[in-house]
C-alpha cells in the first residue's frame, strides 16, 4: 500500500511538473519578446553552424566570448525580474540591450559567411540604373566633399546608427509606448535580413571602385570572394540594399507619437541618408531599395505588433478561464 501511495505521488508530482512546465511554454510563446528572441537566437544558430563549414576566423573589437557573457548576464537579471521578482523595465532593459548586443554581430558575421558564395558582381548594373535616373554618384560625393565641415556632420550622423538604438531602448522602457521596443528590433532584424539576402545575390563594391577611390570593405570584400581565411575585422560590406537607408527609416518610425524625438530623429536620421552616397559610397539605387525594405520591415512588424497583441488577450481569457495561474505574456 505504502509503494502504491509513493508511486501515486510521484505522479501527481510529475503531472504538476509537466503543467507547470506546459504554462510556462505557453507563456513564453505567448510573450511580446518571443518574436524579436526567435529571430536573433536563429541568426546566431545558422552563423554559427555555418561557420562550422567555412571556417572564416575575425578580429572584433570586443571578442566573442565577452558578447557571450554580457549577453548570458542581461538574460538572467530578465529572468530574475520576471520571476523572483518583478519589475517590467529591467525585464526589458535587460532583454533588449542583451539581443542588442549579440544581434550585430551575427548579423555581419552572416553577412561575411554569404559573401563567400562568390556570386557575380553587379556594379555595373548599378552604375547603369543610377546613369538611368539621372544620378551622378562623383558629382555629388565631390559637392560633399568640398565642404569639410559638412563631411564631418555627415560621418557622425552616419555612425549614429551604432549608438542611437542604445539610446532608444532606454527610452521605450521607461517612457513607453509598451511593444515599441519588440517593433524597433523586429523591424531592424527583418531588414537586415533582407538585406543580407538580397546583397548575396547582387554583390558590388560601390561606385568608389569604379573611380578608383579605395575603401575600408575592398580588401575585406576581396579576400572572402578569394575564399581566404584569414583574420578579417568587422566592417559593413554591403552595397545594395544599403542597410543605412533602412536603419534611417526605421529609427525616425520608431519614435512616432513624440513630436520632438521624431523632429529629432528626422534631422539626424535624413543627414544619415544624405550621408550614405559620401561617406558609405553607395550608388542611389542602394539608397531606393534601402528604404523600400526599411518600410517593409516596419509594416511587418507593426502587423506582427498587433498579432502579438491578440494573442495576448487570447492567452489572458483561456488563462482565467482555466482559473488562473500562468505568467501574464505581456510582462515576460
Not at 159 to 167: A, D, G, K, L, W
Not at 251 to 275: C, D, E
Request: charged letters at 10%; glycine letters at 8%; aromatic letters at 10%.
Amino acid at each position: 500500500m505504502g509503494r502504491l501511495i509513493r508511486v501515486g505521488s510521484q505522479l501527481l508530482n510529475r503531472d504538476s511538473a509537466n503543467g507547470r512546465a506546459k504554462l510556462w511554454l505557453n507563456a513564453a510563446t505567448n510573450s511580446a519578446e518571443a518574436l524579436p528572441v526567435a529571430l536573433v537566437t536563429g541568426i546566431a544558430t545558422i552563423t554559427l553552424l555555418w561557420n562550422v563549414y567555412a571556417r572564416l576566423t575575425w578580429t572584433p573589437a570586443v571578442p566573442l566570448p565577452t558578447v557571450l557573457i554580457a549577453a548570458a548576464i542581461f538574460a538572467s537579471i530578465a529572468i530574475i525580474f520576471s520571476t523572483v521578482m518583478s519589475n517590467r523595465v529591467i525585464v526589458e532593459l535587460a532583454t533588449y540591450y542583451g539581443l542588442w548586443a549579440i544581434f550585430p554581430l551575427f548579423c555581419v558575421r552572416l553577412n561575411y559567411l554569404s559573401a563567400t558564395l562568390g556570386f557575380p558582381l553587379q556594379d555595373a548594373l548599378f552604375a547603369r540604373a543610377d546613369a538611368m535616373i539621372g544620378f551622378d554618384w562623383r558629382a555629388w560625393s565631390s559637392l560633399a566633399w568640398a565642404h569639410p565641415l559638412f563631411i564631418k556632420v555627415l560621418e557622425v550622423a552616419y555612425e549614429s546608427n551604432i549608438y542611437q538604438p542604445f539610446i532608444l531602448v532606454l527610452a521605450f522602457a521607461l517612457w513607453g509606448p509598451r511593444g515599441r521596443n519588440r517593433e524597433f528590433l523586429t523591424a531592424t532584424v527583418l531588414a537586415a535580413l533582407a538585406t543580407v539576402i538580397i546583397a548575396t545575390v547582387l554583390p558590388a563594391f560601390g561606385p568608389n571602385r569604379i573611380y578608383g577611390i579605395a575603401s575600408t570593405w575592398d580588401a575585406i570584400l576581396e579576400a572572402l570572394r578569394a575564399g581566404s581565411h584569414q583574420p578579417l575585422h568587422y566592417v559593413g560590406i554591403v552595397t545594395f540594399p544599403s542597410f543605412h537607408a533602412s536603419m534611417a527609416l526605421i529609427l525616425t518610425t520608431s519614435v512616432r507619437g513624440s513630436r520632438y524625438a521624431t523632429a529629432a530623429a528626422s534631422i539626424v536620421n535624413g543627414l544619415m541618408l544624405i550621408a550614405t552616397v559620401p561617406i558609405g559610397y553607395h550608388y542611389l539605387v542602394d539608397i531606393i531599395a534601402g528604404c523600400a525594405i526599411g518600410l517593409g520591415s516596419i509594416y511587418i512588424a507593426i502587423r506582427s505588433g498587433d498579432a502579438v497583441a491578440r494573442r495576448q488577450l487570447r492567452y489572458r481569457a483561456d488563462t482565467l478561464a482555466r482559473g488562473g495561474g500562468g505568467a501574464d505574456p505581456a510582462t515576460t
